[in-house]
């Protein structure tokens, strides 16, 4: 069976240990630090706050992810949803969960996978759209809090730029907060500049409201014995050079590594060793995977953009508006590098680092380096 997992949460043994990173959340929790955890896409944010939470001693824990949230409502559904599956964790019937919520409808379904019960409810009397109705869910978390220590994640907390009423929302969540002294509260995202518009704005409702935690890529010298490991579950070997080749064109993203282990196993047998000629023929296969989903995100750019995102591929990102990166791009203006560079960051397709602008994936950018834009 392929060992490597990427696209989900990784928690317990599949954990690599990141004992530096846990401890610091734990330390958050047991301090009652809110704090908002950053780091590029399938770095490791949530499996870290997962596995801290799952070996934390006394903290309970509450899981929502703010991702795909259209409006004030299906927000405070998935509070209360998670609020929900956390009572049945603390050993609260299904026949009393359904009884003492009766006021938000619960429905009980299993998980097709896992066989837990989920639940869904009904809170569109409750909240009416407002949102300041969200004070009223956040009430409920607080007096949780009062039971036992508690926290609550909020994952893609940046998600909810995007609903109707931000700001208000943002501003009733923030007030509520503030006055809950026994629940600590985790606001993960992965896109920076939408994070810091949140929490590094003056202007803005959870102006440094937490402290800030960065997730970086798991040192290699812990991590590639781990990928080591799982290759060998296999019966297959993996030279030195062959493993750097895979941390590099993964940039050391922690899933990325794995995805492309996950390819590279799939072609590979038993009693194989994996050398540096094999990584490419790895890449390849995801690039085919992922060539039409690829093909769409060129179709919607304008032929600027495109120039711009192959020059970004082939000269990096540390001086866009320089002469070299202009004659490699083929673009005749600094100021219409600037215009695109904003566009493709809003698309979510490019980040700016302290090293320059970067792509938020690197498979993403190799393939666009095999195709002739
Ligand atoms: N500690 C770890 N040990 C082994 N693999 C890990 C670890 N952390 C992350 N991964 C790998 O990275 C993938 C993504 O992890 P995770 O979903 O936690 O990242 P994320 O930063 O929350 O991603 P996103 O930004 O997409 O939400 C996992 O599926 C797994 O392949
Ligand atoms: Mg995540």
Redesign the pocket.
Known sequence: MNP???????TGQ?????PELVSTLRGHIDSNQNCVIR?????????????TLRTHKKAKYIYVNCWGKLDVDSLASAIYEAFLIHQQRQGLSIEKIIRGFAHLRPKVALDPYSGEPTFTVDTRADTAQDPRSIERVLDTLAHEGEKCPLVVVL??FQALLTLPQAEALMATMRGAIQLQSHVTYFY?G?TRNLMDQIFNSPDRPFYKSAASVN?EP?ERSV?IP?IKDKFATGKRGASSAALAAIFDAACD???????LCSEIWNFTNQGETIKTETVPHGLERIHRAEHESNSRIIELLTPGQVRVLVGLARVGGTSPTSKEFLKASGVAQPSSVTRAINRLSDRGLIYNSPEGYRFFSPFFRTWLLTQEL
């Open positions: 490597f997992h990427h696209g989900v949460a990784i599949e954990f690599c240990p990141r780091g590029v896409r399938r770095i490791g944010k949530t499996s870290a706050v997962l596995e994952d893609e993960l992965s997730v798991i991590y781990y993203i922690t899933g990325d590594v794995q995805q």
